[in-house]
């Protein structure tokens, strides 16, 4: 068992182990006085993992509800967390009780937002299930939904009291969904830790992915804990990001995964820091390279003018000026500012303009 401790203004743990799903229960007792549980769940993951958490939580003394929504990103909206209110408060929640979030990162964010607002906010636990959300969105308390537009538009920052992280459940994951978790992956190593980035070109993610995945998850915690709320280094979390939001909007959300977006938009912002000299020439083609071996494609068809145009309601944005994220070198990230009307000139390859 690995354990890790995040110090944010609510402090909480972060627990990987195999087979921790069921036992849930007996992380979760000594940390809440909740009678009841809604594990919220979506329509691929509670077939599989809902009755053994239910049952760990009811052994445990918990009234267990459970509220299970279509599985997609475009179930990530409003009228779902509408949903998710009606099953609380119909079934007598208080502010005392606890929502257990069970499943990837659509999951987590959507379980999360509704625990934020819910009562003014109640208590929640989060269960990643798939690699995406246990390397990232499941640690650092950033919750919410899309909305037409532009992804996690709405939403509120609101801690987990724990993360429980069993890399059992990667096995049932397909290769495109594991592909996606290593979008994030790479972007670790490539912000924060050269190791990470050279052991992931050296060995095989894949056997070595508990150490991986605690790897990623102790780079995270110490940003968001120096970081909360986003106002300097947590930015560098945001790495090919801008575009990566983009280009999924481009695709609807939908033929492109979020990590295979993060993927381009990593390879694209590196060649223009390149072009741009303020990374060593080499680097976006030794990230394209790394990402090819984990299945992730390194480029777009949707024009650059359109890319860019679609960043405009960004959140890393401030009035006229727009922070990107870029590489000093492998391992080393910066945050770059540059006024919104250069961003095309600054991206656009120079031998096509
Ligand atoms: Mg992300």
């Known amino acids: 068992m690995k354990k890790l401790h995040v110090a944010t203004g609510n402090p909480y743990d972060i627990i990987i182990d195999r087979n921790l799903l069921n036992s849930c229960g007996t992380y979760i007792k000594p940390l809440t006085k909740a009678n009841r549980v809604m594990v919220i769940s979506d329509s691929n993951v509670f ?44 079934n007598g929640f208080t502010r005392k009780d606890l929502i257990v979030a069970l499943g990837g990162g659509v999951t987590g964010d959507m379980a999360g937002f509704a625990a934020a607002t819910y009562l003014r906010g109640i208590d929640f636990v989060q ?9 990232d ?13 532009g992804k996690n538009l709405v939403g509120a920052f609101w801690q987990p009291i724990l993360v429980l992280i069993d890399p059992n459940t990667l ?34 993610a894949n056997s070595i992915i508990d150490d991986i995945i605690y790897d990623c ?18 930015m560098l979390l945001n790495f090919g990001h801008t575009l990566a939001h983009a280009m999924e909007k481009e695709h609807n959300y939908s033929t492109l995964t979020h990590g295979e977006a993060v993927a381009i938009g990593m390879v ?6 390149e072009q741009n000299n303020l990374t060593p020439t080499g680097t976006a ?34 009035g006229n000026a727009i922070s990107l994220i870029i590489l000093k070198d492998i391992g080393c990230s910066q945050t770059y500012k540059i006024d919104k009307k250069d961003l095309l000139q600054f991206i656009a390859p120079k031998d096509k303009m």
Do not use: H, W
Request: aromatic share 6%; with cysteine.
């Open 47 to 90: 077939p599989l993992y809902g009755e053994s958490i239910k049952k760990s939580l009811e052994n445990t003394g918990y009234q267990v509800f459970t509220y299970t929504f279509k599985a997609g990103e475009e179930q990530k909206r409003l009228s779902t967390i509408n949903e998710m209110y009606n099953a609380l408060a119909d």
């Open 217 to 234: 998850v102790s780079i995270k915690r110490d940003v968001v804990q120096n970081d909360e709320r986003e106002k300097g280094q947590r």
């Open 137 to 149: 969105s499941s640690v650092g308390g950033k919750t919410g939904v899309d909305i037409p537009q």
């Open 285 to 318: 083609n030794r990230i394209a390279r790394l990402c090819e071996k984990y299945s992730l494609p390194t480029a777009d068809t949707t024009p650059i003018q359109k890319i860019v145009r679609s960043t405009s309601g960004d959140k890393k944005s401030a």
């Open 268 to 273: 694209m912002m590196t060649l223009a820091s």
């Open 171 to 204: 096995s049932t994951l397909s290769d495109k969904l594991f592909a996606d978790g290593m979008g994030e992956v790479i972007k670790y190593g490539c912000i924060k830790s050269r190791e990470l980035f050279e052991k992931l070109e050296r060995l095989n």
């Open 127 to 135: 269960i990643p299930t798939s690699l995406l959300a246990q390397v």
